[in-house]
């Protein structure tokens, strides 16, 4: 079983969105899921609970339950509780997720500066910039934007799209083929 622990600075910037996308994807390759949602909001749990198209092998995290792939999702932090910093420890991946707004950027350096204090939580963590609008200069410096990053990027990016609005409520199958597409390559560098 592997553990994801998903992290962003701010909200707004689809953690939510795209922990459930993930996760469906993996769900529709076979994959089991259990979500721990630690959102007070409880968007994750709501979207397992509300969605009209629920995706197979997606659902809330039982203690005794058999899953590949156990995702827990956070709310917006820049200083993790000891909750977040314990699931970090326990994770295999630290999935950290940021708009390419510079501002986003900057809020997010501050989390990975109090979540990844050691060499061992910096190894296992990733970036994955999502809101991304396409053909903006912002779009065309992403590299040149997070180099100055102490984390692994997962190269590609979630761009900004209607469908992913529309999934909480229409699951997997809100997505046009461009969608699916784009979510299927971040998963698989994610598991690389």
């Not at 089991?32 to 397992?48: E, H, M, R, V, Y």
């Not at 060499?119 to 200069?137: C, F, H, I, M, S």
């Not at 934007?145 to 529309?166: E, S, T």
């Amino acid at each position: 079983m592997k553990r994801i622990l998903v992290v962003s600075a701010k909200g707004g910037v689809g953690r939510t969105t795209t922990t459930m996308l993930l996760a469906s994807a993996f769900g529709r390759v076979g994959l089991k899921s259990g979500i721990i949602d630690f959102d007070p909001q409880g968007s994750a749990t709501n979207w397992i609970r509300l969605c009209d198209k629920p995706t197979p092998g997606v659902e809330e995290y039982s203690k005794g339950g058999e899953y590949d792939l156990v995702w827990t999702d956070t709310q917006p932090l820049v200083d993790p509780p000891a909750k977040v910093r314990k699931s970090a420890e326990e994770s295999d991946i630290i999935l950290v997720i940021t708009s390419d707004s510079p501002m986003d950027l900057h809020a997010t350096n501050l989390t990975l500066k109090n979540l990844l204090k050691s060499p061992k939580l910096k190894k296992k963590a990733r970036l994955l910039l999502t809101r991304v609008v396409q053909r903006t200069n912002l779009a065309k410096q992403i590299d040149e934007i997070v180099a100055g990053m102490d984390i692994q990027r997962i190269k590609p990016v979630i761009h900004f799209r209607n469908a992913y609005r529309l999934a909480p409520l229409q699951g997997f199958s809100a997505l046009n083929r461009a969608a699916k597409d784009e979510v299927n390559e971040v998963a698989m560098a994610l598991m690389k």
